[in-house]
């Protein structure tokens, strides 16, 4: 099957037009083909970043006003983009992917793992690796990726959450 998009990002933030340009191309690197942005009220410079690649058809912006908004946000995405997507990642503007296997695109490393379940996986679950301050007392000017580079052991209670990427054909809502 032909996908519109291998590995596509659902993701619902508040004014953190800072940092999305950072999380957008660090996730294009990495192999993400499709950004799915629910702004939930932001009052910065958001959609201005976001303009460009809305431009390009790389992220389809939506307006998601209210409280509380995250799961309605995911359940959105999933019953509007299940059929254009072969996977979806659904994650926080404060969170990176990093692949295991250098130089292989992540929606490969997915599929060879939910192979290996013969079928019968809908996704899989990715652990938190949680960077701390990394020293800073204070918002050091530059990237995240270069800023904050020290993190807690793998073994730490806070990195056995996981988010979820899945195949959205498999699932009918984000919790379920």
């Known amino acids: 099957i032909c996908f519109k998009n291998e590995l596509a990002m659902v993701s619902i933030s ?3 037009g800072p940092y999305i340009k950072e999380w957008i191309e660090y996730h294009l690197m990495v192999g993400f083909t499709k950004f799915y942005f629910y702004d939930n009220e ?3 410079n958001t959609k201005d970043v976001l303009q460009p690649y809305i431009d390009q058809n ?9 409280k509380v908004q995250q799961l309605n946000a995911y359940n959105d995405a ?30 490969q490393i997915i599929s060879e ?6 079928g019968g996986a809908a996704g899989i679950g990715v ?18 990726t ?13 990195n056995y959450h996981i988010k979820t990427i899945c195949n959205p054909r498999m699932i009918d809502y984000y919790i379920s």
């Open 14 to 16: 508040k004014n953190e």
């Open 42 to 44: 932001s009052n910065d």
């Open 58 to 66: 790389i992220v389809e912006y939506i307006y998601y006003p209210g």
């Open 78 to 107: 999933i019953k509007k983009h299940k059929k254009e997507c072969r996977y979806i990642a659904f994650m926080d503007m404060d969170e990176f992917i990093m692949p295991t296997i250098p130089f292989k695109p992540i929606y």
């Open 113 to 118: 793992q939910i192979e290996k379940s013969k």
């Open 127 to 144: 652990n938190w690796a949680i960077f701390g301050t990394s020293g800073h007392t204070k918002k050091p000017e530059g990237l995240v």
């Open 146 to 158: 270069k800023n904050f580079i020290k993190r807690g052991i793998n073994g730490h209670w806070a």
